[in-house]
């Protein structure tokens, strides 16, 4: 009686194995009704949870690998992408480069790496926006820029992302080298107006003489030529008629030995005026050359199709 039992037991295992091994081979993923339900999160517009979904599924390709793999880590970097979470997005979208290299050849293979690599330099460029750090020294734009196995078209754009990262740091110079230099080895990604406006840019760059704002803050004691210096020239007629008039109060006051009146009630004044007056000169030569440096780096960023 328990030897029967024991070959029902067995007899039924194999089959309970047969049965599930049949199944996953007639299944193409066997998670794939997980993947709907997280992109049917996504599209609903529920990224926190769509988010938690699309992980789950990725941590299940430990067990199985699934064919939606890439589409998980796009959608996962779109999600971050919308949070403005650009690091994520760009480590997230990096791994779905990796899963398609690594799946076997097919015709659309190449033209989806390079749309993918395409979305990385975005997400690296925008990590870097707002940083200190130069995009022209990431491992991955290095690599996109100068690997033979890159197409050009990854390439032109990887330069185009490194030079507006340098033109916002203000590596001018950098920039325009870095730029002479992919005109050179990709002239046919460059429209002929495209490249017009930006060299006509760099040249008024290279021309621009910015103000000095120490040399602005020692002007200030002439009442107003600080300002008139920086171009504010609004701000140099009123201190001009202010900081003059108190000065020349001063001035009459100390001549006519009316101390008393000086001390009391001019001195105060004349100097606070005076240090306000160095303060506004040297802050309207800085923005000055900020407008300025905006206003001939504007069609530069602009050409390169990457914005502030």
Known sequence: MKKSIRIFAITLFFLFFVNGFLNAQNQTDPYESLYNYAQTLYE????????TEFKRYIFMQNYYQGEFLPQCFCTLAAIYEKEERWTLAAQTIQKAIITVEEENEDINRQELTTSLRLL?????????????????????????????????????????AAIANAVINGRIEYAQKTYEKAIELF?????????????????????????NQKLAGYLSFIPGLGQLYAANYKDALNAFLLNGSIIAVSVYSICTFDFWTFSLLEFDPLIRFMKGNIYNAQKDAYQYNLKKQNELTAPILQGLDFAR
């Open 44 to 51: 609903a517009g529920a990224l926190e949870e769509a988010e």
């Open 120 to 160: 990385h330099i975005k997400y690296l460029y925008k990590s870097y926006m707002n940083s200190k750090q130069y995009l022209s020294d990431d491992l991955f734009i290095f690599s996109y820029m100068n690997l033979p196995q890159i197409n050009d078209k990854v390439k032109v754009c990887a330069y185009s």
């Open 187 to 211: 002239p046919q990604g460059w429209k002929e107006e495209q490249v017009q406006t930006m060299s006509l840019s760099f040249q008024k760059l290279a021309a621009f003489k910015p103000k």
